[in-house]
């Protein structure tokens, strides 16, 4: 197997270039970088996942939400798996193994990606992306009609593109590598949302706001198509105080995170159900002692 694997790369990698070699050590560097980066700065950053921890041993604490911002750059994975399977089949036809027109993958690609950009652009609801769908099967028959269909799709296939497997990874790395960035900052700027308080971090050390529950509220916005397509949504921090601009966070997973931020926002009114049940009514003051009898 190892034999079959070593024959693998080294007829993959032979023909290499300097422009294949520096695409192929790039992120290997990048994460070298980061490794290495972390264990120099390890005591004095506090991140995420050790916020995270810390509530969990936090007996006063039973219910908690930590959330952060992906980048939008996220819900451009289709089109990261489009670029990906474009990328292999390219390469397949670069070495012989496959034969397929280079046009019809760039154009499947190109139109993956202008569909991507569109949703992601103007930020659909699903309401929208209907309405457009209907409109295109209504184009779709007309032009059937009036016997147009074929010289219009004549006219959008010479719009076919060529590019090469490297430049489809490149498409693939760019976008994955803003999608990593956005993880990773979110390492370090989030925010977690308690019963009693939220807690705003900003920045590797142990820099962070807290507002107390009186001064906040939560909303949850999954009105985007396409985030929600693909599981995504918007935890949304509205502060009391209105010159603070509200906090929109883009998160994956929507439907679990909202039933956990209920559960928050649940505890929260039962606390304060509580404390009010709890507060003992001052006694009446003690009648006047009688006049003293002669």
């Known amino acids: 197997m190892a034999n079959w694997t070593d024959d693998l790369m080294t007829a993959v990698m032979a023909d290499w270039d300097w422009k294949r070699w520096v695409v192929f050590l790039v992120p290997i560097a990048l994460l070298a970088l980061g490794v290495a980066g972390w264990f120099l700065f390890k005591g004095a950053i506090r991140t995420r996942r050790e916020y995270n921890r810390k509530l969990d041993q936090d007996q006063s604490i039973s219910e908690y939400l930590v959330v952060f911002n992906w980048s939008r750059k996220i819900l451009y994975i289709p089109t990261i798996l489009a670029a990906l399977v ?3 089949l390219m390469l ?3 070495k012989g193994v496959l034969t397929i027109d ?3 993958v760039g154009g499947s690609w190109l139109l993956v990606f202008f569909l991507n950009f569109l949703i ?3 930020e659909v609801s699903f309401q929208i992306v209907l309405t457009v769908i209907l409109l295109l099967l209504a184009l779709g028959l007309w032009l059937t009609f009036l016997d147009w269909l074929k010289p219009f ?10 590019i090469d ?3 489809y990874l490149l498409f693939a790395l760019v976008f994955t590598f803003a999608v990593v960035i956005s993880w990773v900052r979110g390492m370090f700027y989030y925010a977690a949302i308690t019963p009693n308080f939220i807690n705003i971090q900003n920045g590797p050390s142990e820099n962070g706001e807290q507002i107390s529950r009186e001064e906040y509220n939560t909303k949850i916005d999954t009105g985007d198509f ?3 397509l693909l599981g995504f949504g918007r935890i949304i921090v509205i502060f009391s105080d209105t010159r603070r601009h509200p906090l929109s966070f883009l998160v994956w997973g929507i439907h679990t995170k909202s ?3 209920e559960a928050v926002r649940a505890k929260l009114e039962v606390d304060a159900f509580s404390s009010r049940a709890q507060v003992v009514p001052p006694a009446p003051p003690a009648p006047p002692a009688p006049p003293p009898t002669a």
């Open 165 to 167: 497997s490297l430049g």
């Open 153 to 162: 799709m004549d006219f959008i296939g010479r719009l076919g593109i060529v």
């Open 226 to 228: 396409l985030e929600r």
């Open 102 to 104: 280079p046009h019809l």
């Open 86 to 88: 474009a990328a292999l």
């Open 92 to 94: 397949l036809c670069e």
């Open 120 to 122: 992601d652009e103007y």
């Open 259 to 261: 039933q956990k931020l």
